[in-house]
């Protein structure tokens, strides 16, 4: 399972634009790229996935280059309950590991 | 309502005295998971189950045991608990694999002294 890297913590204010950016240099061909949201004392939430180029849903865009080696989340116009902790997982189709990093800990400001 | 369910939600219980933390999902998948979480350290694989009967190992499976007798149904058991178990307990399933999207139980809070 490749290595992901995301920043500690961001944070941002209501109504703004928010990136984050996940490194997973050693992504294999056959792995795809997921994002969870985890509020406090709750289970992970599914965000979004992704294998190649844009992917958008209702709740946000993920972003990943031609080299797959890195992709941001964007949450567009963030409010105060998106304050959460938002983790970037990288695995093969036919997995059945999973490897949660330290996440990403965004705090959302009025 | 589409959902994984965890029993009990919070235990406080004694080193060494067995316990069974049940986990319950009715989207009929086939992939189911423990987890669990600690400060600092996030969310940690424990074990895993593909189908029913089909089970292997996570990160950090010692001092635990799972099941999986029915497709629905994935207990976590400890046999003799400690106090390094005292931990955020996490169950979730998904369709066919791991890389499918997850979902997760409440978790329970398990404290052992």
């Known amino acids: 399972l490749a290595k992901t890297t995301q920043p500690i913590s961001m944070d941002s204010y209501e109504g703004q634009e928010v990136n984050i950016t996940c490194s997973h240099n050693n992504i294999a061909t056959n792995d795809y790229i997921t994002w969870y949201q985890q509020f406090p004392s709750q289970g992970p939430r599914f965000i979004i996935q992704?294998?190649?180029t844009k992917v958008t849903n209702e709740v946000a865009s993920l972003f990943i280059p031609a080299d797959r080696k890195s992709s941001t989340l964007s949450l567009p116009r963030v409010s105060l309950s998106d304050t959460a902790v938002y983790y970037c997982l990288v695995g093969p189709t036919g997995g059945f590991k999973t490897i949660f990093g330290a996440g990403t800990r965004l705090f959302v400001k009025a | 309502e589409a959902q994984v369910t965890q029993n009990p939600r919070y235990l406080i219980t004694v080193t060494g005295k067995k316990l069974t933390v049940t986990c319950s999902q009715n989207m009929n998948h086939e992939y189911m998971s423990w987890y669990r979480q600690d400060p600092g350290l996030g969310l940690r694989q424990i074990y895993y189950s593909m189908n029913v009967e089909v089970t292997d190992k996570g990160d950090v499976p010692e001092g635990y045991k799972v099941s999986r007798k029915e497709k629905r149904n994935f207990p976590l058991i400890l046999e003799s608990p400690s106090p390094n178990q005292t931990s955020l307990y996490f169950c979730?399933?998904?369709?066919?694999?791991?890389?499918?999207?997850?979902?997760f139980g409440p978790g329970t809070r398990l404290t052992v002294t």
């Open positions: 992704g294998y190649k």
């Open positions: 979730a399933s998904s369709w066919g694999q791991a890389s499918y999207e997850q979902y």
